[in-house]
């Protein structure tokens, strides 16, 4: 079946530490992956996404690139910031906007 | 980007009553929206589809019966918690998917938290 691995959490970092949250996903077909953010007491935002095998996804400083040899889409950020403080989530979804099946979410906490 | 809102925020109820929960796309259209439970500390897990003026297609495990999907217009879908559990105690979101543009995203809303006593 479908499914997505994430690193377990929780991580916490100080502030402007080099940040990876790993994901590795298992698809029946080529899945398009994604990369969604949840801040306390807010919805789930989409925070990037790859169609394709090599496409690199980025936003607010954030970057994934979609590994299709090693089925893998980790997060990656140079620089956190307090801010940034959140449950990631790793998602595939096998038909670009249709269903999303979620990794665990990884909680992200980074201390000033 | 799309904003999704859900109604109500979180809810308590006694067990054996019925509790509706709506999203609404509050700027698109959204002729599909889906329906995710989470539990505490994990993932989010698909209960099902929901199709403006079709029925809902609920994932292996879901009961229809009990998860009642009504998607009546093209900004709201509502799920109905019938006859409620304590076991049925959970965080309940949706999302819409926004096709504006090619851009084909779901926007999720901010969940409500359903606890049956």
């Known amino acids: 079946g479908n499914s997505v691995t994430q690193m377990e959490g929780p991580v916490t970092l100080s502030e402007e530490a080099f940040l990876t949250i790993n994901c590795t996903y298992t698809?029946?077909?080529?899945?398009?992956l994604f990369w969604y953010v949840q801040y306390p007491g807010e919805g789930l935002q989409l925070l990037l996404k790859a169609t394709k095998a090599d496409d690199k996804g980025s936003n607010k400083g954030f970057e994934a690139t979609y590994r299709k040899e090693t089925t893998s889409f980790h997060l990656e950020k140079g620089s956190v910031q307090v801010s940034d403080s959140a449950v990631y989530f790793c998602a595939l979804s096998l038909q670009y906007g249709n269903k999303l099946v979620f990794g665990a979410g990884t909680i992200l906490r980074v201390k000033s | 980007g799309a904003v999704v809102s859900q109604h109500p925020s979180w809810v308590i109820c006694k067990s054996g009553t019925s509790v509706k929960i709506e999203c609404r796309s509050l700027d698109f259209q959204a002729t599909t929206m889906f329906w995710y439970r989470q539990f505490p500390k994990q993932s989010l897990m698909l209960m099902a589809t929901?199709?403006?003026?079709?029925?809902?297609?609920?994932e292996q495990g879901v009961e229809k019966d009990k998860f009642l999907i009504n998607h009546a217009s093209l900004t709201l879908s509502t799920l109905t918690v019938t006859s409620a559990h304590p076991e049925d105690s959970s965080f309940y979101i949706c999302s819409a998917r926004d096709s504006r543009g090619g851009t084909d995203t779901q926007y999720f809303g901010p969940g409500t938290r359903l606890t049956v006593l």
């Open positions: 929901s199709n403006e003026g079709s029925k809902a297609t609920y």
């Open positions: 698809a029946t077909g080529y899945p398009s």
